[in-house]
């Protein structure tokens, strides 16, 4: 394999109001990619892009077969009459599970749901089952979008450290997700998309320099935290948060037992591209 992995040149992907467009982007061999920016921004737009599952305009080279990706996408649909031993077999393509195969359903969390049907899984433990299906296998490119939303803070984790175990410096990782930690713990560079566009690519460490506030959404409202700055913006519960600042407040959300969502990153473009709204709500 050539060190250039995927190569987009001049792509465009047109819906209706939505435009992606991509000048230039090289991933290479062994990254381990994060890719960020807000709901709608064309994240999982991107990844279909690169995988040619929807239409582009301009070039996209890509130095791998369908058979070295391991991809799961925000929606699967698995057939919901399996059984989960059956479905794993099935997909691995083989008879029996033998000790090391049990040893890594284990380590998933899966032992005791073997024998149940798909449809009668948790939203949680369908997860956790797509995620070692998707893994399974040899593949040297990773591609996960948004897999631990739904999970719970523990099984997110659980199954993060997993990823950034089973990427060894063999693999190529392609990571998108709203939650900061994982993309601190599994990746080391960061895309950043905004409205359709790259904002920025590099290094997380240098990036992360240039980010001075994370933006938290909760379900509840949290008055009492001098930590953030909270504001209520289209009914949302939106909270400021400067990165000096942020262990405490995922701390403190975890001790009142508050969900947090949704962190998005913010440097000074991708405040004024993006966050229009915020900006007018709070100065
Ligand atoms: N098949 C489609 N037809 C028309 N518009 C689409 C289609 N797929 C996506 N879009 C639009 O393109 C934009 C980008 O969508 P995309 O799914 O790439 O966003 P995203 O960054 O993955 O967001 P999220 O964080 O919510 O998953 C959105 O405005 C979306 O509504
Ligand atoms: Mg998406």
Redesign the pocket.
């Known amino acids: 394999m050539e060190k250039n992995l995927i190569r987009f040149n001049d792509v465009r992907v047109k ?4 435009e ?1 467009y991509c000048q230039e982007l090289s991933i290479s061999k062994y990254d381990r990619i994060g890719i960020v ?10 990844i ?1 892009a690169l995988m040619n599952l ?1 239409k582009y305009e301009g070039e996209i080279k890509r130095n791998i077969t369908k058979d070295d990706v391991g991809i799961l996408m ?1 929606s699967n649909n698995v057939s919901d009459l399996y059984k989960v031993k059956e479905l794993i077999l099935l997909v691995i393509n083989k008879k029996i599970l033998n000790k090391k195969l049990l040893l890594e359903i284990e380590k998933f969390g899966l032992t005791n749901i073997l024998n149940r049907r798909i449809e009668h899984l948790s939203g949680g433990e369908q997860q956790k089952l797509l995620i070692f299906l998707s893994i399974y296998g040899n593949k040297n490119l990773l591609i996960f ?2 897999i631990t939303t739904g999970l719970d803070y523990s099984s997110r984790n659980k199954i993060i450290n997993l990823i950034n175990d089973i990427v060894d410096s063999k693999k190529t990782l392609l990571l ?1 997700s ?1 939650y900061f930690k994982e993309i601190d713990v599994a990746t080391s560079k960061i895309i950043v ?1 905004d409205k ?1 566009r790259i904002l920025k690519y590099g290094n997380l460490n240098k990036l992360n320099d240039l980010i001075n506030d994370i933006i938290f959404k909760t379900e509840s409202e949290i008055k009492d935290l001098s930590l953030a700055k909270s504001y209520i913006i289209n009914e949302e519960n939106i909270h400021l948060v400067n990165k000096n600042n942020l262990n405490n407040f995922i701390k403190n959300c975890e001790d009142k037992n508050i969900q947090y969502e949704k962190i998005i990153f913010k440097s000074e473009r991708i405040f004024l591209h993006s966050m229009v709204e915020v900006t007018h709500a709070t100065i």
């Open positions: 819906y209706k109001e939505f992606l920016g807000s709901n709608g921004s064309g994240k999982t737009t991107l279909k929807i925000q979008d948004e998108v709203h998309i359709g």
